[in-house]
T-cell receptor
Framework: QKEVEQDPGPLSVPEGAIVSLNCTYSNSAFQYFMWYRQYSRKGPELLMYTYSSGNKEDGRFTAQVDKSSKYISLFIRDSQPSDSATYLCAMSWSLMDSSYKLIFGSGTRLLVRP | GAVVSQHPSRVICKSGTSVKIECRSLDFQATTMFWYRQFPKQSLMLMATSNEGSKATYEQGVEKDKFLINHASLTLSTLTVTSAHPEDSSFYIC???????????FGPGTRLTVT
């Protein structure tokens, strides 16, 4: 079993839809959670960073963390064709330099149809 | 967010030669830098982690003599692929974080093609 599970998709939605992207994890020690967006042939771009259970909102993006269920989500409201990309969840159990390491999900490909 | 640059963005080299890729944090001091490799339609594979002034820590299966990493300053890390072979062709991405920082920022990546 992988430490972080993420449905690879592809997920195809019409423009304007609400998109829900999810990851589950097995290690309860994970404390810090991130979502990245990666366009083809580009480096990942940090979208959201959170370290507590609950919701965090930034514009059209909402990150949700449920540590009791070991489940994190990224919601995209009013999705646009420009949101078409691969979305990667990532998490770490520590911020200490000696033990910090990001564990990534495999990424979900999202396609927003005009 | 913080900016990480990478140079070159694309490089083609002949088999047997060495290639150096630079990674810079432009607006923050990166105490830790990371080098990843990514194959088409796959997730990121961590190659090594380097802390400024220390030797890099390589992931299992990554040849340290082939992939030389130097983190000489708080804003610069380099990856040198030595004696490159066609199987080294890939997308290499660097990443950086501040000390105790939660966020990790990525560079735009370097596409290496070995002919």
């Amino acid at each position: 079993q992988k430490e972080v599970e993420q449905d690879p998709g592809p997920l195809s939605v019409p423009e304007g839809a609400i998109v829900s992207l999810n990851c589950t994890y097995s290690n309860s020690a994970f404390q810090y959670f991130m979502w990245y967006r990666q366009y083809s042939r580009k480096g990942p771009e940090l979208l959201m960073y959170t370290y507590s259970s609950g919701n965090k909102e930034d514009g059209r993006f909402t990150a949700q963390v449920d540590k009791s269920s070991k489940y994190i989500s990224l919601f995209i409201r009013d999705s646009q064709p420009s949101d078409s990309a691969t979305y990667l969840c990532a998490m770490s159990w520590s911020l200490m330099d000696s033990s910090y390491k990001l564990i990534f999900g495999s990424g979900t490909r999202l396609l927003v149809r005009p | 967010g913080a900016v990480v640059s990478q140079h070159p963005s694309r490089v083609i080299c002949k088999s047997g030669t060495s290639v150096k890729i630079e990674c810079r944090s432009l607006d923050f001091q990166a105490t830790t830098m990371f080098w990843y490799r990514q194959f088409p339609k796959q997730s990121l594979m961590l190659m090594a982690t380097s802390n400024e002034g220390s030797k890099a820590t390589y992931e299992q299966g990554v040849e340290k003599d082939k992939f030389l990493i130097n983190h000489a300053s708080l804003t610069l890390s380099t990856l040198t692929v030595t004696s490159a072979h066609p199987e080294d062709s890939s997308f290499y991405i660097c990443s950086a974080r501040e000390k105790w920082g939660g966020e990790q920022y990525f560079g735009p990546g370097t596409r290496l093609t070995v002919t």
